[in-house]
Protein backbone atom coordinates (compact mmCIF):
# COMPACT_ATOMS: atom_id res chain seq x y z
CA UNK A 1 0.00 0.00 0.00
CA UNK A 2 1.14 3.43 -0.87
CA UNK A 3 1.70 6.45 1.72
CA UNK A 4 -1.67 8.31 0.43
CA UNK A 5 -3.41 4.93 0.11
CA UNK A 6 -2.76 4.00 3.96
CA UNK A 7 -2.92 7.73 5.21
CA UNK A 8 -6.57 7.17 3.74
CA UNK A 9 -7.19 4.32 5.69
CA UNK A 10 -6.19 6.22 8.42
CA UNK A 11 -8.66 8.64 8.20
CA UNK A 12 -11.25 6.05 6.96
CA UNK A 13 -10.70 4.23 10.14
CA UNK A 14 -10.67 7.18 12.63
CA UNK A 15 -14.09 8.14 11.30
CA UNK A 16 -15.15 4.60 11.61
CA UNK A 17 -14.10 4.88 15.11
CA UNK A 18 -15.84 8.04 15.56
CA UNK A 19 -19.16 6.71 14.21
CA UNK A 20 -19.09 3.76 16.31
CA UNK A 21 -18.17 5.40 19.39
CA UNK A 22 -21.73 7.51 18.70
CA UNK A 23 -23.91 4.71 18.09
CA UNK A 24 -22.69 3.25 20.90
CA UNK A 25 -23.56 5.94 23.35
CA UNK A 26 -26.78 6.56 21.44
CA UNK A 27 -26.24 9.61 18.84
CA UNK A 28 -27.17 8.53 15.59
CA UNK A 29 -26.68 11.61 13.95
CA UNK A 30 -23.74 13.71 12.73
CA UNK A 31 -22.73 17.66 14.41
CA UNK A 32 -21.14 19.54 12.40
CA UNK A 33 -18.41 21.40 15.12
CA UNK A 34 -19.21 24.80 14.94
CA UNK A 35 -17.88 27.17 18.07
CA UNK A 36 -21.02 28.50 20.12
CA UNK A 37 -19.87 32.24 19.99
CA UNK A 38 -22.03 33.03 23.14
CA UNK A 39 -19.50 33.42 26.01
CA UNK A 40 -16.79 35.09 23.63
CA UNK A 41 -13.15 34.64 25.01
CA UNK A 42 -10.94 37.33 25.63
CA UNK A 43 -7.49 36.05 25.44
CA UNK A 44 -4.55 37.65 26.33
CA UNK A 45 -2.36 37.03 23.58
CA UNK A 46 -0.10 34.97 26.54
CA UNK A 47 -3.75 33.03 26.51
CA UNK A 48 -3.80 32.57 22.89
CA UNK A 49 -0.46 31.17 22.68
CA UNK A 50 -0.69 28.53 25.05
CA UNK A 51 -4.02 27.77 22.96
CA UNK A 52 -2.73 27.76 19.82
CA UNK A 53 -0.04 25.53 20.97
CA UNK A 54 -2.09 22.73 22.15
CA UNK A 55 -4.59 22.94 19.31
CA UNK A 56 -3.59 19.47 17.77
CA UNK A 57 -2.69 18.28 20.91
CA UNK A 58 -1.97 14.59 21.34
CA UNK A 59 -0.64 14.25 24.36
CA UNK A 60 -2.98 11.20 25.56
CA UNK A 61 -5.61 9.08 23.50
CA UNK A 62 -8.85 11.33 24.21
CA UNK A 63 -7.42 13.40 20.97
CA UNK A 64 -8.76 10.07 19.18
CA UNK A 65 -12.59 10.74 20.36
CA UNK A 66 -12.49 13.96 20.98
CA UNK A 67 -14.39 16.74 18.64
CA UNK A 68 -13.21 19.74 20.03
CA UNK A 69 -10.16 20.59 22.56
CA UNK A 70 -12.23 22.29 25.28
CA UNK A 71 -9.51 25.31 26.35
CA UNK A 72 -11.56 27.44 28.80
CA UNK A 73 -13.48 30.64 28.52
CA UNK A 74 -13.97 33.71 30.23
CA UNK A 75 -11.59 37.05 31.87
CA UNK A 76 -7.77 36.10 30.98
CA UNK A 77 -7.61 38.34 34.13
CA UNK A 78 -10.25 37.09 36.43
CA UNK A 79 -9.86 36.99 40.09
CA UNK A 80 -12.00 34.55 40.43
CA UNK A 81 -11.07 30.82 38.10
CA UNK A 82 -13.34 27.64 38.32
CA UNK A 83 -12.07 24.48 37.62
CA UNK A 84 -13.96 21.56 37.18
CA UNK A 85 -13.22 17.77 35.89
CA UNK A 86 -13.11 17.32 32.45
CA UNK A 87 -16.06 18.18 29.07
CA UNK A 88 -19.07 16.37 29.03
CA UNK A 89 -20.97 15.82 25.68
CA UNK A 90 -22.43 19.36 25.03
CA UNK A 91 -18.96 20.41 26.01
CA UNK A 92 -17.03 18.57 23.30
CA UNK A 93 -19.54 19.40 20.38
CA UNK A 94 -19.23 23.16 21.35
CA UNK A 95 -15.51 23.33 22.38
CA UNK A 96 -16.46 25.69 25.51
CA UNK A 97 -16.65 24.58 29.00
CA UNK A 98 -20.04 24.29 31.38
CA UNK A 99 -22.39 24.77 28.32
CA UNK A 100 -24.43 21.81 29.34
CA UNK A 101 -27.23 21.41 31.64
CA UNK A 102 -24.56 21.24 34.70
CA UNK A 103 -23.10 24.61 33.00
CA UNK A 104 -26.73 26.54 32.84
CA UNK A 105 -26.61 26.00 36.82
CA UNK A 106 -22.67 27.38 37.40
CA UNK A 107 -23.62 30.58 34.98
CA UNK A 108 -26.57 31.31 37.44
CA UNK A 109 -24.66 30.59 40.43
CA UNK A 110 -21.94 33.29 38.93
CA UNK A 111 -25.37 35.59 38.34
CA UNK A 112 -26.23 34.95 41.88
CA UNK A 113 -23.03 36.64 43.44
CA UNK A 114 -23.73 39.48 40.77
CA UNK A 115 -21.13 38.37 38.00
CA UNK A 116 -21.35 36.88 34.39
CA UNK A 117 -18.97 34.58 32.83
CA UNK A 118 -17.29 36.79 31.46
CA UNK A 119 -16.01 38.40 34.65
CA UNK A 120 -14.74 34.83 35.84
CA UNK A 121 -12.33 32.64 33.77
CA UNK A 122 -14.12 28.70 33.39
CA UNK A 123 -11.67 26.00 32.62
CA UNK A 124 -11.02 22.22 33.65
CA UNK A 125 -8.52 19.80 34.43
CA UNK A 126 -8.92 17.82 31.18
CA UNK A 127 -9.30 19.51 27.87
CA UNK A 128 -10.77 16.92 26.24
CA UNK A 129 -13.88 14.47 26.63
CA UNK A 130 -13.11 11.12 28.10
CA UNK A 131 -15.43 8.70 25.93
CA UNK A 132 -19.07 7.85 27.66
CA UNK A 133 -17.58 10.57 30.49
CA UNK A 134 -15.80 7.99 32.37
CA UNK A 135 -13.68 9.33 35.03
CA UNK A 136 -10.54 10.76 33.89
CA UNK A 137 -7.70 8.53 34.27
CA UNK A 138 -4.43 8.91 35.96
CA UNK A 139 -2.23 9.40 32.63
CA UNK A 140 -4.88 11.67 30.90
CA UNK A 141 -4.41 14.00 34.16
CA UNK A 142 -0.67 14.02 33.93
CA UNK A 143 -0.28 14.51 30.65
CA UNK A 144 -3.04 17.56 30.82
CA UNK A 145 -2.60 19.02 34.03
CA UNK A 146 0.52 21.19 32.59
CA UNK A 147 -1.93 23.10 30.48
CA UNK A 148 -4.35 24.09 33.47
CA UNK A 149 -1.26 25.27 35.56
CA UNK A 150 -0.04 27.21 32.71
CA UNK A 151 -3.19 28.81 32.36
CA UNK A 152 -3.63 29.47 35.95
CA UNK A 153 0.03 31.04 35.95
CA UNK A 154 -1.00 33.18 32.86
CA UNK A 155 -4.72 34.49 34.98
CA UNK A 156 -3.49 34.78 38.14
CA UNK A 157 -6.76 34.27 39.93
CA UNK A 158 -7.35 36.02 42.85
CA UNK A 159 -9.55 32.96 44.28
CA UNK A 160 -9.77 29.27 42.63
CA UNK A 161 -13.00 27.61 43.18
CA UNK A 162 -12.92 23.85 42.64
CA UNK A 163 -15.95 22.18 41.83
CA UNK A 164 -16.54 18.81 42.66
CA UNK A 165 -14.61 15.47 43.89
CA UNK A 166 -12.19 14.85 41.22
CA UNK A 167 -11.33 18.56 40.45
CA UNK A 168 -10.55 19.52 44.44
CA UNK A 169 -8.83 16.21 45.01
CA UNK A 170 -6.71 16.64 42.25
CA UNK A 171 -5.13 20.11 42.60
CA UNK A 172 -5.16 19.73 46.51
CA UNK A 173 -3.34 15.86 45.97
CA UNK A 174 -5.62 15.02 48.60
CA UNK A 175 -8.27 11.92 48.72
CA UNK A 176 -10.47 13.32 51.60
CA UNK A 177 -14.18 13.71 50.61
CA UNK A 178 -15.51 16.56 48.59
CA UNK A 179 -17.46 16.92 52.20
CA UNK A 180 -15.24 16.78 54.32
CA UNK A 181 -13.20 19.81 51.80
CA UNK A 182 -15.73 21.99 50.52
CA UNK A 183 -16.38 25.96 52.06
CA UNK A 184 -12.64 26.05 53.39
CA UNK A 185 -9.94 27.58 52.13
CA UNK A 186 -6.69 26.39 51.15
CA UNK A 187 -3.62 26.88 48.80
CA UNK A 188 -2.75 26.20 45.47
CA UNK A 189 0.65 27.47 44.39
CA UNK A 190 0.52 30.65 46.48
CA UNK A 191 -3.51 30.96 45.34
CA UNK A 192 -6.34 30.69 47.62
CA UNK A 193 -8.61 27.52 46.77
CA UNK A 194 -11.92 26.83 47.89
CA UNK A 195 -13.71 23.80 47.08
CA UNK A 196 -17.19 23.07 46.49
CA UNK A 197 -19.79 20.72 45.06
CA UNK A 198 -20.15 20.36 41.65
CA UNK A 199 -23.16 21.60 39.38
CA UNK A 200 -24.00 18.63 38.36
CA UNK A 201 -24.30 16.98 41.86
CA UNK A 202 -26.25 19.85 42.80
CA UNK A 203 -28.40 18.70 40.03
CA UNK A 204 -29.23 15.79 41.53
CA UNK A 205 -28.78 16.80 45.29
CA UNK A 206 -30.70 20.34 45.01
CA UNK A 207 -31.17 20.69 49.01
CA UNK A 208 -27.19 21.07 48.73
CA UNK A 209 -27.55 24.66 46.85
CA UNK A 210 -27.72 26.14 50.19
CA UNK A 211 -23.56 24.73 50.55
CA UNK A 212 -22.34 25.78 47.55
CA UNK A 213 -24.27 29.78 48.28
CA UNK A 214 -22.19 29.72 51.92
CA UNK A 215 -18.98 28.79 49.82
CA UNK A 216 -19.94 31.18 47.04
CA UNK A 217 -20.31 34.30 49.95
CA UNK A 218 -17.10 32.89 51.40
CA UNK A 219 -15.54 33.73 48.15
CA UNK A 220 -17.71 37.03 47.47
CA UNK A 221 -16.62 37.93 51.41
CA UNK A 222 -12.35 37.19 49.98
CA UNK A 223 -12.81 39.02 46.64
CA UNK A 224 -14.40 42.29 48.64
CA UNK A 225 -17.37 41.54 46.35
CA UNK A 226 -21.19 43.31 46.89
CA UNK A 227 -23.20 40.31 48.31
CA UNK A 228 -26.38 40.32 46.55
CA UNK A 229 -29.76 39.19 47.71
CA UNK A 230 -29.86 35.67 48.38
CA UNK A 231 -30.14 33.32 44.71
CA UNK A 232 -34.17 31.94 44.67
CA UNK A 233 -34.28 28.77 43.91
CA UNK A 234 -31.72 27.61 40.45
N1 LIG B 1 -18.55 19.09 33.89
C1 LIG B 1 -17.28 19.52 34.04
O1 LIG B 1 -16.61 19.17 35.01
N2 LIG B 1 -16.78 20.36 33.13
C2 LIG B 1 -17.49 20.80 32.09
O2 LIG B 1 -16.97 21.59 31.30
C3 LIG B 1 -18.82 20.35 31.97
C4 LIG B 1 -19.33 19.50 32.87
Request: glycine fraction near 6%; charge should be positive.
Amino acid sequence: MNTISKDLKDVIDSVKAYIELDRASGINEFFVNKPNTQYAIHNTNDLDVLKKEISSCKRCPLYKTRRNIVFGAGNPKAELMFVGEAPGADEDLQGLPFVGRAGQLLTKIIGAMGLTRSDVYIANILKCRPPNNRPPLPAEIAECEGILKRQIDIIKPKVICTLGKFASQTLLRTETTISALRGNFREYNGIKLIPTFHPAYLLRNPNDKKLVWQDMKKIMKELKLKCPSSPKSQ
